[in-house]
């Protein structure tokens, strides 16, 4: 038979997520999700959860959430878009708003979906050098673009740009769509999400994942002018109109009213992020500053591959990314503080072996 059909499929190479083992005994320190349970209402609401409910389509806009992160954020609802997580925000915001000839801008090392969404809509890119600190600098994002798109925190660096740097980069683009991508800005970065009013074409992305432990639900938000807003949803609407069901609606709402427990969370994880960052220091290992719930790790006399194998075959899972710019490092979520010695005595055994 001819295999000339082959000719009209797309070629790419998808985005590799982290590993999600079966089974327990895992630690698992490869995905940066948050290692405390949600909210207690969250599981209040779930138990109390009847099917009939699942009977009906979801709101079309998921307006009960889009209000409630309004109040939360002192946002107007039409300055507020919610979807399936906000990898879907993303997707959807790079094929409504990256429509030009000219490339789309990004750092040299980020966020890994980035290209393939590129590659997925045709849309050129060019990706920008990072300075030898591993930092972005927002004077080298003033050539002519398509749009630009910053990871804030950077992911994986976990280095954040001050909101005065992000301003810089919005002003010097005012004829392309910026979008900042703030998926881990909750473990003490500043959000720019008060830039919005100041530029009708800025975007900024979040998500539930992280900050508040939902990665399992899909839910991720973007704030920004009701012109982008507007456009996101006719995206949406031409590509799935209900993205969020009414669960995960009800629960993101439960959750971000519980704030008090959310900040709490949070303040543990810095906490941990610091000690394990200077336990590491301690023994040798540069880190980048990060602001992030992970850490990303190097070590001048071993090999990042090779320990990531050790840890593996100790059942500890960290996430390695091999391309050349990257590949001397390990990024290292943070777990509970348990996790995290279980973590730091299997490194520490690693140096000792190499000494023998
Ligand atoms: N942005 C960045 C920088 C991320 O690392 C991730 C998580 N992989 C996401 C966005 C997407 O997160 P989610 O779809 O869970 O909201």
């Known amino acids: 038979m001819t295999q000339k059909w082959k000719e009209n499929i797309i070629k ?25 349970p949600p909210a207690p209402g969250v599981g209040a609401l779930l138990r109390g959860v009847g099917s009939d409910r699942l009977r009906r389509y979801p709101q ?10 309004a109040r939360e954020y002192g946002l ?10 906000s990898d879907e925000v993303l997707a959807l915001a790079f094929r409504g708003f990256f429509n030009s000839d000219k490339p789309v801008l990004f750092p040299s090392i980020t966020y890994s979906f980035y290209p393939v969404w590129c590659e997925l809509f045709g849309i050129p890119f060019r990706r920008v050098a990072l300075g030898p600190d591993l930092r972005i600098h927002p004077c080298d994002y003033r050539s002519e673009n398509g749009g630009v798109i910053i990871a804030n925190p950077n992911a994986p660096t976990g280095i954040a740009l001050d909101i005065s740097e992000i301003d ?10 910026v979008i900042v991508d703030e998926a881990y800005v909750d473990f003490g970065a500043r959000s720019s999400v008060e830039l919005i009013s100041k530029y009708e074409n800025l975007l900024i992305v979040q998500t539930f994942s992280k900050g508040r432990s939902l990665a399992g639900l899909r839910l991720g938000m973007a704030f920004g002018s009701p012109e982008l807003i507007s456009v996101l949803d006719t995206v949406k609407n031409s590509f799935n109109s209900y993205p969020v069901d009414s669960i995960a609606s009800a629960v993101g709402v439960v959750s971000l009213g519980e704030k008090a427990y959310f900040e709490m969370r949070a303040r543990q994880v810095i906490a941990t992020r610091e000690r394990v960052s200077a336990a590491l220091r301690k023994m040798g290992f ?3 500053d990060s602001a992030a719930n992970f850490l990303f790790i190097t070590h001048a006399d071993l090999s990042a591959a090779e320990l990531l194998e050790y840890l593996r075959a100790r059942g500890i899972l960290v996430r390695h990314f091999s391309a050349p710019e990257t590949e001397r490092y390990l990024r290292v979520s943070i777990g509970t503080d348990a996790e995290m010695d279980g973590f730091l005595s ?5 140096l000792q072996k190499g000494k023998q």
């Open 168 to 177: 810089e980069i919005v002003s010097a683009n005012t004829g392309s769509v």
């Open 12 to 36: 790419i190479k998808p985005y590799k997520a982290g590993e999600q083992p079966k089974g327990d005994g895992v630690i698992k320190l490869n995905a940066n999700e948050n290692p405390y």
């Open 346 to 350: 299997a490194v520490s055994d690693f």
């Open 286 to 288: 540069s880190l980048t």
């Open 60 to 69: 079309i806009d998921g307006a009960e959430l889009r209000r409630a992160l």
């Open 76 to 85: 107007d609802s039409a300055s507020v878009f919610v979807s399936n997580g």
